[in-house]
């Protein structure tokens, strides 16, 4: 099983990006896809999660409003829109599938992709 995340970059604050995840070797049509992220000296963070099942979402309250995750069910693929970036969303964006329970313990991880947004 694989993740590849892709679409990490430098923006300027207020600013939107793109995340992606796609996975490979299995369905995860019974379970989630979402992002984590960790910023310097701090913990890694769940950021968003969608059920593939039933579309529904959770969002950290530091993005409600700004970040969405859409996905792609033929690509197998979950997205992180994110708009009016801030500098404190600086950080690296991990993609993460599978697992279950709360808090979400994913039971595959992608890459990171490095997120920074200057202001």
């Known amino acids: 099983v694989q993740l590849q995340a892709s679409g990490g970059g430098l923006v300027q604050a207020g600013g939107s990006l793109t995340l992606s995840c796609v996975a490979s070797g299995r369905s995860f049509r019974n379970s989630y896809m979402g992002w984590f992220r960790q910023a310097p000296d701090k913990e890694r963070e769940l950021v968003a999660r969608?059920?593939?099942?039933?579309?529904?979402?959770y969002y950290a309250d530091s993005v409600k409003g700004r970040f969405t995750i859409p996905r792609d069910d033929a690509k197998i693929a979950a997205f992180l829109q994110m708009n009016s970036l801030k500098p404190e969303d600086t950080a690296v964006y991990y993609c993460a599938a599978g697992g279950s329970g709360w808090p979400w313990r994913p039971g595959y991880w992608g890459q990171g992709t490095q997120v920074t947004v200057s202001s």
């Open positions: 969608i059920t593939w099942s039933d579309s529904s979402t």
